[in-house]
């Protein structure tokens, strides 16, 4: 039986960060249709009889959206703190990531064991909706079947995510792959995974672009790595998929490496490139964009692309800062996104939204915290195309958050929802739901065993 959920008694429920005056207390209840129903069930309201509904408390705790993580690479999450890989140039990063990843051996047992520990570590973190960009891919001149090779590893992360009940978007990345085999596993990637969750143009919202399952749990896009690695051929391939299917596109542009490399190949800068190749449009969403100029800034928001900061990467890296105010300024919009363990070695998006808030000042004035939070929200789920994602507005997806902000680290803090990122570094929430069902209760992940999925990691990767 499909069950309702009261989160009741909140301090405070937030229905959606970029409109305050939407703040509530009291309750929130999640239909047994996996939405939002609104502060109260109504008399004889559907799901709320005995035994067919749930109760959270939420006694001294703020209730949020769930976050999302706009810009992951969930392979990443078992080549964390590698030697030669922190504090080093893109350019000495990028081979030594991939030597460890062919060491590895990449195939479905990897990717459903790094697949798993990340989307894990993202519900206990408050994430409750994953974009993984997954570039890398078996060598296909070793295989039988390489495109075959590429579902296989498809299907084992999206049954991860199902197994721990996370929504996830699967981007059919590449990183240098002949462009005719991106384009077969594109095709062949969104026939599969989603012929038994639905059409994929038939989808749970109807704001809900195609390759999304009816539940809303699995959404697929295309993505290049970038014009430091992709071809035009790749670009306009993959976009033919997207096309044809409905597909959200995202690709990463104008890190350290990728401005280099397309002025030393092209004599043109990577933002140049993508327009000429189809890829500045609204169905666009680009990661990093750390260095970009005004003119480039202005010329993003015309075309409606939306775009990611990952910071959690770029700082610690030396990469750069996005100028996000500027950007948002202009009318673009932002989400957050945490990228990969190989460079941030953390799945935690709320850690790198307060690091955000910090570092923003130094590309122009700071960051509100209420801003940040919607990047980390309502932003990411634009870049999806899911409104339906990241508020709590009647109707909307039941994904929430609740923050126990009752303790002494949060004491003598005035406004909760601004210390949900200027208190308390390293905070988790206690309680995660995802579409009505409870994932974390009590700071326990309730939809799998972390001991057997560290294992299972460390089996296959040796760490």
Same mark, same amino acid.
């Not at 009318?331 to 923003?360: C, E, F, K, P, W």
């Not at 009505?436 to 992940?445: A, I, N």
């Given at each position: 039986m499909t069950r309702s959920l009261t989160i009741t008694s909140a301090s405070l429920v937030v229905e959606r960060f970029d409109d305050p005056e939407r703040d509530r207390t009291g309750d929130l209840v999640i239909g047994a249709d996996g939405r939002v129903a609104g502060p109260a069930p109504g008399p004889g309201a559907s799901g709320t009889g005995p035994g067919s509904h749930d109760v959270l408390d939420a006694a001294g705790c703020i209730v949020t959206p769930g976050l999302i993580n706009a810009h992951h690479h969930l392979l990443q999450s078992g080549f964390r703190t590698l030697p030669g890989t922190r504090g080093v140039p893109m350019r000495d990063w990028l081979p030594a990531m991939a030597a460890a990843y062919a060491s590895a051996g990449i195939d479905a047992s990897l990717v459903a064991a790094t697949a798993g520990v990340g989307l894990a570590e993202s519900l206990l973190c408050g994430v409750t909706t994953v974009a993984d960009h997954q570039l890398n891919w078996p060598d296909p001149s070793a295989s039988r079947d390489p495109v075959g090779d590429t579902v296989a590893i498809a299907r084992a992360i999206a049954d991860a995510a199902a197994s721990l009940g996370a929504r996830l978007v699967f981007v059919r990345g590449s990183a240098r792959d002949a462009p005719e085999v991106a384009a077969a596993s594109?095709?062949?990637?969104?026939?599969?995974?989603?012929?038994?969750?639905?059409?994929?143009?038939?989808?749970?919202?109807?704001?809900a672009p195609g390759g999304t399952s009816t539940d809303g749990m699995l959404q697929l896009a $295309? @993505?290049?790595?970038?014009?430091?690695?992709? %071809?035009?051929?790749?670009?306009?391939? +993959?976009? #033919?998929?997207?096309?044809?299917?409905?597909?959200?596109?995202?690709?990463?542009?104008?890190?350290?490496?990728?401005?280099?490399?397309?002025?030393?190949?092209?004599?043109?800068?990577p933002l140049d490139l993508l327009e000429d190749w189809g890829w500045l449009a609204p169905d666009v969403t680009v990661a990093h964009l750390c260095d970009v100029t005004e003119e480039e800034i202005t010329r993003l928001a015309a075309a409606g692309v939306t775009a990611t900061h990952a910071p959690g990467c770029d700082v610690p890296m030396g990469w750069g800062i996005a100028p996000v105010r500027r950007l948002?300024?202009?009318?673009?919009? $932002? @989400?957050?996104?945490?990228?990969?363990?190989? %460079?941030?070695?953390?799945?935690?998006? +709320?850690? #790198?939204?307060?690091?955000?808030?910090?570092?923003?000042?130094?590309?122009?004035?700071?960051?509100?915290?209420?801003?940040?939070?919607?990047?980390?929200t309502s932003g990411g789920a634009a870049g999806l195309g899911r409104a339906e994602l990241g508020v709590l507005s009647p109707g909307a997806a039941g994904d929430a958050c609740v923050w126990d902000v009752s303790g002494v680290a949060d004491a003598g803090v005035a406004d909760p929802v601004a210390g949900l990122l200027w208190a308390n570094p390293g905070r988790r929430p206690r309680h995660v739901v995802v579409g009505?069902?409870?994932?974390?209760?009590?700071?326990?992940?309730v939809t799998g065993d972390e001991t057997a999925l560290t294992a299972a990691l460390r089996a296959r990767t040796g760490h």
């Open positions: 594109a095709e062949a990637i969104v026939t599969s995974l989603l012929r038994s969750t639905g059409s994929t143009r038939s989808t749970s919202s109807p704001a $295309v @993505g290049p790595a970038g014009v430091h690695s992709d %071809s035009e051929t790749t670009f306009r391939a +993959l976009g #033919d998929v997207a096309r044809r299917y409905g597909l959200r596109r995202r690709t990463q542009a104008n890190e350290q490496v990728d401005t280099e490399i397309a002025l030393a190949r092209y004599g043109r800068r948002r300024e202009a009318g673009v919009v $932002v @989400g957050l996104g945490t990228s990969g363990g190989g %460079s941030n070695d953390a799945g935690h998006l +709320l850690a #790198d939204a307060r690091l955000a808030m910090q570092v923003s000042g130094l590309v122009g004035p700071q960051l509100p915290a209420r801003d940040v939070l919607a990047m980390a009505g069902r409870v994932v974390v209760r009590d700071y326990r992940l």
